[in-house]
């Protein structure tokens, strides 16, 4: 045998077999040792102890009931695990998939000697041990169609053995099929891919079998558990998934070297793609940086007004820390700015602090220079709700007199869109920039520039 095979929870009439470990539910033994595991949900409660049968299900005693709860989450991670790691589970679906298991919580009802007691049970769904969600529903039947197509009819063709079924099922998962119930879509068993691993519904039943003796048994056991070896093998084997030596690259097979050229274009064509596509994200994201012109505050608002003024054609000059804004120059005209990105509109007091860059900016260079203030106002407001002025009345007569420039970042935004669209625009409508007093009068209408 190539492969190590658990059977947990699997009875073979108490027999021992060496190809095979044998193992209850409530035993610690790691799944990780194996290759192979066949699991019986029949069987999995059988070594816990019950009470009362409860709405027609078994129902686990108040301390197994957390034993088996336990061991349920134990197993349950295992097996998810296991099939990530690429081996393969056998699963014996159960005929009753529900049993009752005590929650420790209690309700109390009467008072003194009429008191009671009652103890709390919740069902457990048999079939959430399994990593995809399965369905069944109770039926008996010995007729089945099975698969030819791939190496599990194997798992069908072991002499003696009983192909009894006790239920069929349904998923929402989609699966190689094995078997199912003869001119319906009832599924009987399946192949599932889950991690590298292989989730096999197979209906195992060791207890119903053909056999007449004790050794016939044995052969038919062993068999078994050779096709599951051989099968392993076979689904680990994966003819796309090879490697050749490198002087086999020196001969071809019919139209081999056709193809490898049309790969080898289609390869050259995807690098060209891919350098254009990171061209066209760079370029979009440069775009769309330009809506901070209408989104940021602080450095960030501050870099992209930088941009623009630079894209204008403004020349930025050397700013002591914690002065100004920006000084820049254009052909002749000094200019200081002054820039806020703020929730609301814009004060007075932004107004001052351009005029104190203004009067440091005359005391060092002994000359004047054109002041502006630019503001992204109401700036966490979409577009379409900014309908208060940027620049309220009340601090206009403070900055007109000081013949400031009022511009919002928005407008400025505008004015850089239209000279893109106009370059020999570009002088007039700067020019204008700087000689206006009071609020720039031009872009004020967003639609008129953004699609």
Known sequence: MKNNILGMSVSFNGLEFKNIDVIDFNDNYSLYDYDIVLLDLNRITESYNKGADFNGNPTLTNRDSFKFVSDFKRVKKEIDEFLRMGKTVYV????????????????????????????????????????????????VGGRIDYTTQNAYENLYNINKMSYLYHVYFESKETGEHIASIPQTDKRISESFSVGEGKLIIYPFNFDDVNCSSQTDYRKMINEFLHVIDELEEELRINISEFQLPEWTNKYYILNEQEKVNELDNIEKQLEELEIKKEEMIADLLNLQSYKLMFTSTGKELENIVYKVLHDLGFKNKPV??????????????????????????????????????VSEFYEKEDKKAKAILIVNGFREKDLTFRNEDTFPNQMLDYCTKREHCLIS??????????????????????LELISTIGIYNKFLDYTEFLI
């Open 409 to 430: 970042t928005l407008q400025l935004l505008g004015l850089l869109i239209e000279t893109k669209k106009y370059p020999e625009k570009k002088e007039e409508l700067i």
């Open 320 to 357: 002591e820390h914690n002065r100004a804004d920006g000084i820049f120059e254009f052909q002749e005209n000094d200019i200081v700015t002054e820039i806020k990105g703020i929730k609301g509109s814009s004060a007075e007091k932004h107004g001052a602090q351009l005029e104190k860059w």
């Open 92 to 139: 014996n679906l159960p005929r009753v998939p529900l049993i009752n298991v005590y929650t420790g919580e209690k309700e109390f009802s009467g008072t003194g000697k009429n008191r009671r007691e009652t103890h709390i049970v919740n069902q457990l769904n048999l079939l959430a041990l399994l990593p995809i969600k399965i369905f069944t529903t109770t039926s």
